[in-house]
Each structure stands twice: as C-alpha cells, then as structure tokens.
C-alpha cells in the first residue's frame, strides 16, 4: 500500500507539474499580445499591462521596416525579379500589344482622336482658316501685281532672262514667217491681197494687172520679193530692235493698265474652288490611322517600342535604389504596422506561429510533469534516508 500510494502520489505530482507548466507557458504567450491596453486600478498600473508586443509595438514596426527593406525588398532583389530579359520582352511584347490594339490597329478616326483631345469641327475650322490665308495671299499678290510698273513688279533676273530671249523669239517670229510664205496658205493670203488692192485702185488697178498678166504671175513675184525680205539680215536687225524696243516701252507701263479688265474675282473663285476640292479634310479626318499608316505596327515593333522598352529598363536598374529610397519603404511598413490593430497583429502571429505555440505549451506540461516526478522521486530517497 505504501508503494501504491507513492505511486499515487507520483503522479499527483507530475499532473500538477505538466498544469503548472503548460498553464504557465501559455500564459506567457497570451501575454505576448494580452491585454492590448494598459489595465488600471485606480491610478495605478497594472504590471504587465498591455502585453509585451503592444507595449513595444513602435519598436517592432520600426524593426520590420529595417528588415523589410535591408533584407527583404532590396534593390537586388527588384533586379533579379523584375529587371530581367524575360521580363523585358514580356514588357516590349504588351507595350506593342497595347500600341497596336488601342492607336495604330484602331478603328477610331483622326475625328475621334480629336474629339478625345477636346477638338471638335476640326475640319471645318481648318478649311475656313485655309480659305483666309488663300485670300490674304491672293490679295496680297493682286496688290503686288496691280502697283507700280512692270520693272517694279517683275524680279530683275526675270527681266534680264526675258530681254536675253529676244533674239530668239525674233528668230523664231522670221522663221515661221519664211515658212507661211513659201506654203499655199500664204500664197492664196498674198493673192488676195492683191486682189483687193487692185480692186479698190479702179483704172489703175486693171491697168496695172494688164501689164503684169494673170495675178499668179504677180502673187510669184510678190511672194518671191516677201521671202527675200524675211531672210535678208537687215530684217532681223529690224524685227529684233523693234522687238526690244517694245519689250522697253512695256517694262515701263503700269501692271494695272495691261492687266485692266482681268477677272480677278473668277481667278479666286477657281483657286478656292480648287484648294477645297483638294483638300476635302472632312474625308481626309474620317480615317484611320493604318489607312495612311498600313506598316506602322511592323515599323513600330521594330524601331520604338524595343527602344522605349530597353531604355524604360536601363532607366529603372540606374535610378532602383534612389526611387526605393525615396519610396521609404522602411517607414510605409511601420505606418502601417502602427496602424494595425493589437488584435490583427495577434492574428498576423498566430496564423503563422500558432502549431510552433501549441508545442510549446505541451512542452511546458511534459517539462512541468517531468519535474513534478523528479521531486516526488526527492521526497521518496528523502524518506528512505
């Protein structure tokens, strides 16, 4: 029976040991977070109040940003995980997907795209604003051409060409001439000229033509003589000095006497008519981009969007740190922190630590029983002795 109640009493002791120790173990790790405020008696404080975490809760955020950001988002880290080739193509490919799909493969109009832009009637404005520099520049050249002489209007190099062409035109006037001569066309013109000339001589007219003979006879002669004319070297002297003596007397005449009766209005007329009939922005506006632009996206993937995705890269591996400093990531995550309630931060913990916890707790019970067997083990050599 001694034995049998030592027993007993050896296992009351190792029960009490395990209660003790697996109650004290999870006490103190309920005190981690409980209570989450400070209890008071009174005035006075109750030791231990809040829990540890929240009482060093400003100390544990500041801590998680410094770890955060020495360990966690690094640099190096955004490098190796987003700074890649992969991740450079994949980039370069939805950038291009992206061009394609909303500007240059698009089914909007230059209108639409204006009207995006807040422009609206841009065709209308645009013909309207065409027309009033039309005019100004056509008034503009009507007032140039219409004042002062033709020296004044007309650039001197224009001038030296045109006198410098004057024994050319002379030559081409004397060549045409000795050719309409010598044709029937010119020999009939000759003929009847002769004919009314004679015709309006009366007797003198028939006396004359009785001593010649038949008119062909004389339109020959008549003919022969005029040829002679034409190609004798005076002639050419003459057609050519009469010619520039003109080209003088016009050079010094106002533009608005020899242009008096032009149709100014009509000209104007025509010319709107035709820079409307050209332009025709309206149609020109209601298409799209590929319509002028059918190898834009070959064009584009090929020459922009690897070089705006390849500098985009190179861009934010140079500028990485600065922008993560910049960011202060450090004192996000202790904002943040600070601003979790007590409760989260406990559930944050325990969703992650909550089997390591339970653990601990059944090892303070095993600890606690083992120590409660051993003194009973004590008290029983004690007794012996």
Do not use: C
């Amino acid at each position: 029976m001694n034995h049998l109640g030592f027993l007993w009493t050896l296992l009351f002791m190792a029960l009490i040991g395990a209660l003790i120790g697996g109650f004290t173990n999870h006490l103190a790790i309920k005190m981690l977070f409980r209570p989450h405020e400070a209890k008071y008696i009174g005035k006075w404080r109750v030791p231990f109040t809040p829990g540890l975490i929240p009482k060093r809760r400003d100390e544990l955020a500041m801590q998680l940003g410094k770890t955060v950001t020495k360990y966690l988002l690094t640099p190096e880290t955004f490098r190796k995980k987003l700074l890649t080739d992969d991740m450079e193509k994949k980039a370069e490919y939805f950038l291009q997907q992206k061009l394609e799909q909303h500007i240059l493969l698009s089914d909007k109009t230059l209108n639409d795209w204006l009207d995006t832009a807040g422009a609206t009637n841009v065709a209308q404005k645009a013909e309207r604003k065409v027309l009033e520099v039309l005019d100004t520049q056509l008034n503009a050249v009507r007032a140039k051409l219409t004042t002062g002489s033709v020296e004044e209007v007309l650039p001197q190099k224009w001038r030296v060409e045109a006198a410098g062409r004057i024994p050319a035109v002379t030559t081409y006037i004397l060549s045409k001439s000795e050719h309409y001569f010598e044709s029937d066309e010119g020999k009939a013109m000759f003929g009847k000229m002769i004919d009314d000339f004679l015709a309006t001589k009366g007797t003198l007219g028939s006396m004359v033509n009785m001593f010649f003979g038949e008119s062909e006879s004389l339109v020959g002669k008549v003919q022969r003589e005029a040829l002679k004319f034409v190609s004798a070297p005076g002639t050419y002297d003459l057609v050519n000095t009469i010619i520039l003596n003109e080209w003088e007397k016009l050079q010094k005449r106002p533009v608005e006497e020899l242009l008096s009766g032009f149709d100014w209005d009509g000209l104007f007329d025509s010319v709107r008519s035709y820079a409307l009939k050209e332009l025709v922005l309206e149609d020109r506006l209601n298409k799209t981009i590929h319509d002028y632009w059918p190898g834009g996206s070959a064009w584009t993937a090929t020459n922009v969007t690897p070089v705006l995705t390849n500098f985009a890269f190179k861009q934010a591996e140079k500028q990485m740190e600065i922008s993560l400093r910049k960011l202060k990531i450090d004192d996000m995550v202790r904002e943040q922190v600070d601003t979790f309630p007590v409760a989260v931060l406990e559930d944050l913990v325990l969703g992650i630590s909550k089997r390591e916890f339970k653990m601990i707790t059944v090892l303070g019970a095993f600890l606690g029983g083992l120590i409660g067997i051993v003194q009973g083990l004590i008290v029983l050599a004690t007794n012996l002795s």
